[in-house]
């Protein structure tokens, strides 16, 4: 007999960013919700196309799977979002955590976005910690876990945890906090409250970049293998050790490949930016701003 509250997980693994994108289904009812899309993206064309979007959207149609809605776990700086696209062709409402707004001001001024203000309704749905929504039969839990971006969420659906990049796999760590708004302490803070879920929990990651000694990229773990094992984090760290070994590490990292053309989409759900008076759009890269 299956459990409601044991989701079904597909995980679609896009090799040029490393995302993984999630299927969550509620096997009671066959309701769905998809976690961060990627809209695909040719930095050297400046195209977009939509394999990613279309597999998984296939995937609904062969299993005869009702789309309920597109979960973002945050404003992502290294892919740009397919959840536009998606409502676009689905009808279905965008979810991501309320503090987007504050994601959507810093990069809404680097962009001189002025389609993107406080009144404009970018995403369908903005949560607060603590709140509860359905998939069907299955309900989903929402924690504020900021630190990666001060927006990033982690969705709790039935036993299974999505963390977006609040942690990688246990032999890959944890994800960089020197974006604007992102902060060590902060995510070492978020961490504690996923790994105070069940031991049992399923975690699935956003992203995975195959370390050194693995040859599978892999996105499933559990609440008790990151305790016990997360290269960053687990056996019990600190929060000072981890803040200076996060601090440090991020020192050593350059900007991710897609930040500028992401993250003017990723403000805007996705959306590309407006046309101009010729009908075409633009991605901006404003010189020296980061
Ligand atoms: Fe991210």
Redesign the pocket.
């Known amino acids: 007999m299956t459990h409601t509250h044991t989701p079904e997980v597909t995980g679609f693994f896009d090799t040029a960013t490393n995302t993984v994108s999630y299927l969550v289904v509620d096997p009671a009812t066959n309701s769905a919700a998809i976690i961060d899309p990627v809209l695909d993206y040719d930095q050297a064309a400046a195209r977009t196309s939509t394999a990613s979007i279309e597999r998984i959207l296939t995937h609904i149609r062969d299993h005869d799977l009702k789309l309920v809605r597109v979960l973002e776990t ?1 404003a ?3 892919h740009l979002t397919g959840a536009d696209e998606i409502r676009h062709r689905t009808g279905v409402p965008i979810g991501i955590g309320q503090h987007i707004t504050k994601v959507q001001k810093v990069f809404g001024n680097l962009f001189d976005a002025h389609d993107v203000t406080p009144d404009s309704v970018v995403f369908d749905e903005t949560y607060s910690d603590g709140d509860h929504f359905m998939i069907g039969a299955l309900e989903a839990r929402v924690i504020h876990t900021p630190g ?2 001060p927006a990033c969420v982690t969705y709790v659906i039935g036993d299974a945890a999505f963390v ?2 609040t942690l990688f796999m246990p032999d890959y760590g944890s ?1 960089r906090c020197d974006f604007p708004g992102g902060d060590a302490r902060t995510l070492y803070q978020s961490i504690q409250r996923i790994l105070s879920l069940p031991d049992s929990t399923r975690v699935f990651v ?1 992203h995975d970049y195959l370390p050194q000694g693995r040859t599978e990229f892999a996105w499933e773990t559990t609440v008790g293998a990151q305790k016990a094992s997360n290269i960053h984090v687990g056996g019990g760290r600190s929060e000072d050790d981890f803040v200076a070994m996060r601090e440090a590490r991020d020192a050593t990292l350059s900007a991710p490949k897609l930040i500028l053309p992401a993250l003017q989409v990723n403000i805007r759900a996705g959306a590309l930016p407006p046309a101009e008076e010729s009908g075409k759009r633009f991605i901006k890269l404003p010189l020296n701003q980061i």
């Open positions: 945050h992502h700086a290294d990666h971006t977006g990049d994800a956003g």
